[in-house]
Each structure stands twice: as C-alpha cells, then as structure tokens.
C-alpha cells in the first residue's frame, strides 16, 4: 500500500522549485481538516490558535512564516515529518495516504496563514 | 533492534550523558526502569501501577472518586462463583492451579516443553479444555471475570517474571516482543513506544499517555469508555486500532510475546489488579 509517489507538490518543492503559485488551498477547509479527529487531527499533538483542548506533543503552530521559507517546504514536513526527524512521532501524512493532495494543500495554506 | 531501543530511550534520556548500548534483558530493563524514574522522579515506585493517575492530577481526582465504589467489584464476585463452580467432570479449576487462587504472579511465564509464552488466560483455557469444557472468549465476560477474582486475590504480590538463561528460544520471545513494542505500525506510522516511552506525560488530544512501566499489573481493567471489564490483550487491539494498524487476535503468539517483554520490564512492581480506568 505505501508508499505511494510523492504529490506534485511536493516533487516541486524537492527540485527546489520555487514557485508561489504552485500551492493554493483554501484555509478555512485546512482549518477544518487540521482540527478534525478522524481526518488530519493536528490538533491531538499541536496548540492552534482558537482550537479546544490542544495536545502538547508537538511545538505550537504558530508564527509559521518565520519558520519555514516557503509553502513548498512546509509541505514537505507535512506530507512526510520522517524525512527531516527519522525518529518522529509525526504521522506521515502524504506518504501514508492519510490526507489527499487536495487536503494536504489545504491544510498548508491554513497552516502558513497563522 | 538493538540500536532502535537505544536510540529511542537516548533521545528522551537527556539527562542520562552515557549511555551504554544494552546488551541483555537484565540490562534493558535496568535502563527502562531508570529512564521512567528518571522522567517522572516525583513518582514513586509503588506508584506506577497506577499509570496515567500517578502523573495527572486531575485524572487521579476523578479515579480515586471511581475507587470508592470500584466498578470491578461484580466481576471480582463473579470471578470467584466460577471459580468455585465444578465443571461437568466434578472437577475445577482448583483442580489445575493448586496455588490458586493468587497466582497471578506466576504468569507470563516461559514453557520449556512447548517452548511457548503462557499467559493466564491461556492457562485458564487449557485448563478447561482437559476438563472438556469450551474456552472462553479471551477479551471481556467470563475470561475477564475470573482474571479480576485471580488478579484481586494477587494483590501485592510482585511482578517476577523469568527470562531462562538456558534456553535461547524464551530469549528470542522477550525480543520478539521488544521488537514488536518498537516498532511502527498502521497508516499514523506510531510504535507502542512512540506514546507510551517517548510521549509518556506529554497529552495527545486529551489523554495523558501513561508510560510503560507498571501498563501489565492492573489488568483486567474496567474501563469507563467500554461500560465493563476488559482484558489486557483487548485493550493491546484498541492500542493497535487506534493508529489503524490491524490488530492481532488475542492470545496470539505475537500478542503473548508482547506480554512477556511488557511484563518482564514491570518485574519488581507490586500487582493492583483489577483496575478501573477512564
């Protein structure tokens, strides 16, 4: 089953493809994938601004901007938290299918937004 | 495997600087026992047992208002009806454990003829099974009655579990079960040590993981979420379930060993079963 090939997006930001454009979800569908426990449940391990009853497994996602240079490279942590810390507990949410691509986009525009 | 279990306790053992690579059991559950007092060093020993009501505060409120009316009371009373009940034969279970009924400390153990872990539960069926009864279902009712009896008359005793140093096979069981324990499962990609080592203390969602040790000495538990009793091998499945990994069937090979290793790091602890939990 896994893993599958890496999506689009991600190959971009692998090549070092710089582009703005090539990633534009919509945030307030991420927010609701992010928040929500059956399906990307960020919130189970990471505080997010407005969220109930955040989890303190992982650092709080905030001031995302100052932290990763692009949406590309943001991406690349989430679709799969293994490549940068082998050791993580993170899940690896491209890589394992557990988001869709279009999902995946989503949850990084809201992401960056904050 | 080795280097993974080293690995994993080295990086939440900040404050151990050398850290020799274990080498044998003896020596990995000295480090596993250290690295849990280590992490929560306001926690006594004799308080692990408890799990995550040794750490969380509010959760012990919750539990010790539970405690006062223990909701395992009825399984430990049914427990003890079966136990006494003869089987068709004329014969019971006093007939196969004449130790019992407090024994629980003598499982998991290593059988040298089978060369296979056996648990209790295992034990309890095979027991029925000379006597030409049905076994029982391994994760709640009946099963998980007898357990909480067994398990409350056990109360205090301490957990000894052997690894025999002459046969190479109970050793290969122990680290099939490490390896199990470390290993990533399911679509969410975690190891039982993952949340339970590594997290243990840190709150996913709104659970505080429990650590490791003291996870075998209360079971079976009644737990809130079930609404009855369960066995320790039913909630081994949840555990599985909950990262989408298939989970095991209970008492299988993979699931004993896991019990060996899990049980073999506890030695030292005092028994508290049954237990309740949220």
């Given at each position: ?114 | ?17 050398t ?72 014969k ?36 029925r ?57 399911g ?49 081994y ?15 299988s ?14 030695n ?11």
């Amino acid at each position: 089953m896994y893993p599958r090939p890496m999506a689009l997006a991600t190959l971009v930001a692998a090549l070092g493809i710089s582009s703005e454009t090539a990633l534009a979800g919509n945030v307030s569908a991420g927010k609701q994938i992010a928040t929500d426990r059956s399906r990307g449940n960020c919130i189970a391990c990471h505080y997010l601004p407005g969220g109930q009853s955040p989890g303190n497994i992982g650092p709080a996602l905030v001031g995302i901007q100052s932290r990763y240079p692009t949406k590309e490279s943001l991406m690349a942590q989430i679709y799969d938290a293994t490549v940068a810390n082998p050791e993580t507990i993170m899940p690896p949410f491209g890589r394992h299918q557990i988001l869709s691509d279009r999902e995946l986009e989503d949850v990084v525009e809201y992401i960056w937004s904050l | 495997m080795k280097p993974m279990f080293a690995i994993l306790l080295a990086l939440s053992l900040s404050g151990f600087s050398t850290l020799a690579a274990a080498a044998t059991p003896e020596q990995e559950q000295a480090l596993w026992q250290r690295y849990f007092q280590a992490r929560f060093p306001d926690v006594p020993w004799e308080e692990f047992p408890n799990g995550a009501y040794a750490i969380d505060p509010i959760g012990r409120e919750n539990w010790e208002a539970i405690e006062e009316f223990p909701p395992y009371e009825t399984a430990i009373s049914e427990g003890e009806a079966l136990w006494n009940t003869p089987f068709a034969d004329g014969k019971g279970y006093a007939d196969c454990f004449p130790d019992g009924p407090a024994i629980m400390n003598q499982y998991p153990r290593w059988d040298r003829a089978r060369g296979m872990v056996v648990t209790l539960p295992l034990a309890i069926n095979e027991c029925r099974k000379v006597h030409g009864e049905k076994p029982l279902k391994y994760k709640k009712g009946p099963i998980a009655s007898l357990l909480a009896y067994i398990g409350y008359e056990s109360r205090g005793q301490i957990i000894d579990v052997k690894i025999p140093k002459d046969d190479p096979r109970a050793l290969a069981a122990y680290e099939k079960g490490k390896q199990f324990y470390f290993a990533r499962r399911g679509q969410l990609n975690f190891s039982c040590a993952h949340c339970h080592v590594l997290y243990a203390g840190y709150v996913l969602r709104t659970e505080t993981l429990s650590p490791a040790l003291g996870h075998t000495t209360h079971f079976p538990v009644y737990r809130s979420k079930w609404g009855e009793m369960g066995t320790l091998h039913r909630r081994y499945i949840g555990c599985n379930k909950q990262v989408r990994a298939k989970p095991f069937k209970p008492q299988s090979e993979e699931y004993r060993n896991l019990e060996y290793f899990m049980t073999y790091m506890n030695n030292g602890l005092p028994l508290n079963a049954p237990g309740a939990r949220k």
